[in-house]
């Protein structure tokens, strides 16, 4: 059985940073392309960061270039998602998703998904 599990998300300040991570059990994690995605109340939800197979970062969401960085670590079966200068655009849950080899920024591309992880950031 396929387990995608988020942890990191909280409240924060504007301004400030948290460290997303996304561990993944049940499949062989360094073959897959690792994404997420995030969704506030009353907007469709976004892409924002993908990572290959092969370790290749896409960017999604042009408005977290420069203060979002992702990476994924396939001996610890976890890819993470550091986010800096935060601010109140940022509010949504964060999902994390994995699909096969490569990035693409359809949600329906991706088979397996975390329940998502609160992130706040008060102004």
């Known amino acids: 059985e396929v387990q995608v599990v988020e942890s990191g998300g909280g409240l924060v300040q504007s301004g400030g940073s948290l460290r997303l991570s996304c561990t993944a059990s049940g499949l062989d994690f360094a073959d897959y392309a690792m994404m997420w995605f995030r969704q506030s109340p009353g907007k469709e939800r976004e892409g924002v960061y993908c990572i290959s197979k092969g370790g290749v970062a896409y960017l999604f969401a042009d408005s977290v270039n420069g203060r979002f960085t992702i990476s994924r670590d396939n001996a610890k079966r976890t890819m993470y998602l550091q986010m800096n200068e935060l601010n109140a655009g940022d509010s949504a849950m964060y999902y994390c998703?994995?699909?096969?080899?490569?990035?693409?920024?359809?949600?329906?591309?991706?088979?397996?998904w975390g329940q998502g992880t609160q992130v706040t950031v008060s102004s």
């Open positions: 998703a994995a699909r096969p080899a490569f990035c693409r920024g359809d949600s329906n591309l991706y088979a397996y």
